[in-house]
């Protein structure tokens, strides 16, 4: 796999976890970037909370940069939900600027709408929580000593992802249900390079985020 720092014997690991850090889906990839992964976590999700018998919808969709493009946001559709995707390096993302009112103009770009939309106090406060919702699981993970994959091959590497995050969401249901606070997240086998990340906040809260585990 292809990174900014040189080629890894490595794969994407992907998750989407809620605003209570319980991960809704998990996936295993060999995409160099994030940019085609959006959509599948979104049904991979879907999935995952129909087949949990849970009958609410995700409300938002929060997502870092590696995910935004045009594309993407031009196949969202009814049942996808309301995205909300940082910009690298976008002027409307300062926070030293007032947030923008009024609505959007229309001769705006796909990408440069959903900076703008991002800029809003309401795009402000809900891609905060992004840090808090997603990161702690794959902190977790290196705390748990796991930050490597054992297994080689997708098929395998995938197995022991989806693996890792169901114990994680035992651990979280367990300490919730003893009263006991969450993890100390602190900063493993082989090298996981961050990549990207999504969250989902308003009724099913979540956020998605990728790492590349090698």
């Known amino acids: 796999m292809k990174t900014p720092s040189g080629f890894i014997q490595g794969y994407g690991a992907q998750a989407v976890a809620n605003e209570n850090q319980i991960v809704l889906a998990a996936e295993v990839t060999s995409a160099q970037n994030d940019y085609d992964q959006l959509h599948p976590m979104i049904d991979a999700m879907n999935q995952n909370l129909e087949a949990a018998d849970v009958k609410q919808k995700v409300g938002t969709l929060v997502a870092d940069s590696g995910y935004l493009s045009d ?36 001769n705006l770009s796909p990408t440069r709408r ?25 902190a977790h993970r290196k705390t748990r000593g796991c930050g490597r994959f054992m297994r ?60 590349n585990a090698c």
């Open 71 to 106: 594309d993407n946001l031009l196949a969202a559709n009814d049942d996808t939900p309301d995205l909300l995707i940082a910009a690298a390096n976008d002027r409307y993302q300062r926070t030293d600027k007032k947030a923008p009112r009024g609505p959007i103009p229309k």
């Open 152 to 211: 080689r091959g997708r098929s395998a590497c995938d197995s022991e992802w989806k693996l890792e995050c169901t114990t994680h969401n035992i651990l979280k249901v367990w300490r919730s249900g003893s009263g006991k606070g969450p993890d100390q997240t602190t900063g493993s086998r082989r090298t996981i390079r961050d990549s990207g990340r999504m969250t989902i906040p308003q009724r099913v809260p979540g956020w998605i985020r990728c790492k």
């Open 114 to 138: 959903m900076a703008r939309k991002l800029a809003t106090k309401r795009g402000q406060s809900l891609y905060r929580k992004r840090a808090q919702m997603v990161e702690p699981v794959f």
